[in-house]
Nanobody, 125 residues
Framework: VQLQASGGGLVQAGGSLRLSCAGS????????IGWFRQVPGKERELVSI????????FYADSLKGRFAISRDNAKNTVHLQMNSLEPSDTAVYYC???????????????????WGQGTQVTVSS
């Protein structure tokens, strides 16, 4: 089981990036997929989750309206579209997979079974 995150980079404030998380060795459509981010010295923060079917999504309150998560189960891929980026969005972004538990999902809780490696997002002011 592998998750490969990509799409990070350097962007100016107000710009956009689209992160991708590609799965290999398993079918992602059996799992909820989430994006987390981490800044050095701080705890890893949940950004967004999408259910296994793609029918339900969750976003951290501070990100609503700027980020959009989607999935293409046919391509075993999940995307995170990030718009109106701010310097405070600078972090390493990780994707992760978990069993889709509706009660946890609705509470914005995710305890990943699998993690991908991170992709660096840097937003300059």
């Amino acid at each position: 089981v592998q998750l490969q995150a990509s799409g990070g980079g350097l962007v100016q404030a107000g710009g956009s990036l689209r992160l991708s998380c590609a799965g290999s060795g398993f079918r992602m459509d059996g799992y909820a997929i989430g994006w987390f981010r981490q800044v050095p010295g701080k705890e890893r923060e949940l950004v967004s989750i999408i259910s296994s079917s793609g029918g339900r999504t969750f976003y951290a309150d501070s990100l609503k309206g700027r980020f959009a998560i989607s999935r293409d189960n046919a391509k075993n891929t999940v995307h995170l579209q990030m718009n109106s980026l701010e310097p405070s969005d600078t972090a390493v972004y990780y994707c992760a997979a978990d069993i889709d538990v509706p009660e946890l999902f609705s509470a914005g809780v995710m305890i990943p079974l699998y993690w991908g490696q991170g992709t660096q997002v840097t937003v300059s002011s």
